[in-house]
């Protein structure tokens, strides 16, 4: 085991040694009992592990915009010095859950090496949480709205005519409370365009820890960009990923989870995930992962909870000889009703409409067929066993789908280019029904279990590309990688051949897929303005916020410097 010693702890080693030297060997077991007592676990470079946490987080939602901040600030200080936390590493919350726009504050540059702590100039709410950090002797990351001061008429980048710039910010403390990064959101999602900037180039912010970790970091809708996601793994080589985020989960292939998991087994990567808790908004579901070894621990909500998920988390270099934590796995046992999510809103993800797809039997047992969307073509061997019928219940329809092309895009958000291959569950026989889960009021039963389900598909080989499974059940969780299915890939030279098999019998699946991001180079304008064509998103381009242009601002500054020098010659 491995301490951290504070001042205190110092001092009395000085004492013990003192003892030691003068023969005083009564007292010195008592006073090494009390220096040890007070010590905390801290991991080092050379150990195959270091301790994780991630917070599922309910932000204020009724108030004055301060005291939304106080009690924010009181409730992640309080799990910043839970009982809980004392052996962490680092901890993470999620976005959007401190401060807001009437409480936007400064960041220090990571250069200048600020503990705010220790300096009085910075909001109160960043102070109090660097005195936190340090208090714990914890890596913090907490998300943030962040001001900084420009100027408008300057031959310098982007600036807001307010004279500040916004950014929706990761703020990352050390041990000591001392701002070491920072991370400037790349990409917005929705009215984010109305309010905050971008950085005209996405950062790629990384820092290393004292354990021997670098991790990079990102934040919610930047995980389906190539830039700077994709960059800080498959060009910069980090292989640890912290990913605060306020996720609205979209079926069937985005919830939250499932896409964590899916990104972080794809990339073979650790991701410590940490998402706002706002289920009837479609904002709930953290986890950390350890790359393609699955969920070391996650979960999703269907009422408001915060929660602290924990777990020692193997370093990259470990990761092929770490063994997970021993999981009994339930027989299994084929049942008409089982546990469902029916209370946490969800989004549809309307690019289904644009696959081709085709509806299986109410009954079917069998399937072993290909699909093909254009030139892309899917196989699928399915096999299904009867449970049993029961009138008094409904029952999920399932299509096949297969995709590849550039018409659909993120959440209606930004353009995509996507390439699928799935089964997918539908609450009725027409194809709009299909991202749909039956309400409350609705008795579901599982008529039929699958008992075999294999997909295969070529995917095209291409640096900018991201192949993951996409996997989903009634409780809005995905299946556990190695124990509930298998992945394979065998390459050629211009494709590579993916297959998705379920290992485990399945009763109640919502998606099973095969989901890959090919990254859309289109640059969308984001100017919510359709008769205005725009380079620029609506918030760096002042001339689209509003008519006080750069010239404006060279004519005004203009004209009162010609009247401030008449004034003095007068």
Excluded at 228 to 252: C, G, M, R
Excluded at 306 to 323: F, G, N
Excluded at 406 to 422: D, G, H, K, P, W
């Amino acid at each position: 085991m491995h301490y951290k010693f504070s001042l205190k702890d110092e001092m009395m080693l000085t004492v013990i040694m003192a003892l030691k030297a003068e023969g005083v060997k009564v007292l010195l077991g008592f006073v090494l009992i009390l220096c040890i007592g007070n010590s905390e676990e801290v991991s080092l470079p050379s150990d195959p592990t270091y301790n994780a946490g991630v917070v599922e987080f309910v932000p204020a939602k009724v108030g004055l915009p301060k005291d939304l901040v106080i009690d924010n600030l009181k409730r992640i200080k309080a799990i910043i010095e839970s009982e809980a936390t004392k052996d962490l590493d680092i901890l993470v919350f999620p976005e959007y859950i401190l401060n807001n726009m009437d409480m936007k504050t400064y960041i220090p540059d990571p250069k200048d090496g600020i503990v705010p702590c220790e300096v009085t100039n910075y909001d109160w709410f960043l102070t109090e949480l660097s005195c936190a950090a340090r208090s714990r002797q914890l890596y913090l990351v907490v998300n943030m709205l962040e001001k900084e001061f420009c100027l408008p008429f300057a031959n310098q980048r982007k600036c807001h005519p307010s004279g500040y710039n916004t950014f929706n910010t990761n703020v990352v403390l050390d041990r000591q409370g001392r701002v070491i990064s920072r991370y400037r959101k790349s990409h917005l999602f929705r009215y984010e365009w109305y309010s905050t900037d971008i950085l005209e180039t996405p950062q790629l912010a990384t820092f290393t820890t004292d354990f021997g970790v670098t991790f990079g970091h990102f934040i919610c809708f930047d995980m389906l960009y190539y830039e700077p996601a994709e960059q800080l793994v498959k060009e910069k080589n980090v292989t640890d990923i912290i990913y605060p985020t306020h996720w609205f989960s979209e079926l069937p292939f985005l919830t939250a989870v499932q896409n964590q998991e899916g990104w972080a087994f794809a990339n073979d990567v650790n991701l410590l995930a940490a998402d706002a808790s706002y289920p009837s908004q479609q904002n709930t579901g953290s986890g950390i992962y350890a790359g393609r070894l699955g969920r070391l621990s996650a979960a999703i909500f269907q009422e408001p909870t915060t929660k602290l998920l924990i777990a020692k988390v193997p370093k990259s270099e470990y990761r092929s000889s770490y063994q997970m934590p021993t999981a009994i796995e339930p027989v299994f046992m084929p049942q008409l009703v089982t546990p469902r999510f029916t209370k946490l809103d969800l989004q549809r993800d309307y690019n289904v409409d644009v696959f081709t797809t085709k509806l299986l039997e109410e009954n079917f047992t069998t399937v072993n067929e290909m699909l093909c969307h254009r030139s892309f073509c899917c196989d699928f061997q399915i096999e299904r066993q009867k449970i049993g019928d029961s009138p008094s219940h409904q029952a999920y329809r399932f299509r096949l789908a297969a995709y590849s092309g550039t018409e659909t895009t993120f959440q209606r958000v930004s353009s995509s280019n996507q390439s699928l291959c799935a089964v997918i569950a539908c609450t009725g026989s027409d194809l709009y029904t299909c991202g749909y889960i039956f309400p409350e009021s609705v008795a579901v039963g599982n008529k039929y279990y699958f008992s075999k389900l294999q997909i295969s598909g070529d995917f095209i080989k291409a640096k900018r590309s991201l192949i993951m499974p996409s996997t989903l059940n009634a409780n809005i969780m995905p299946l556990k990688p190695n124990v509930d299915f298998t992945w394979q890939e065998v390459e050629s030279s211009k494709t590579q051949r993916i297959t998705l098999n379920l290992s485990r019998p399945q009763m109640d699946l919502l998606t099973f897929a095969i989901w890959s991001n090919y990254y859309s180079t289109v640059d969308n304008t984001h100017n919510l303005d359709p008769i205005v064509n725009l380079k620029q998103p609506i918030a760096l381009t002042s001339s689209a916020v509003t008519p006080f242009s750069f010239k404006s601002f060279q004519i005004i500054f203009s004209i009162i410097l010609i009247v401030s020098l008449k004034t003095q010659f007068n």
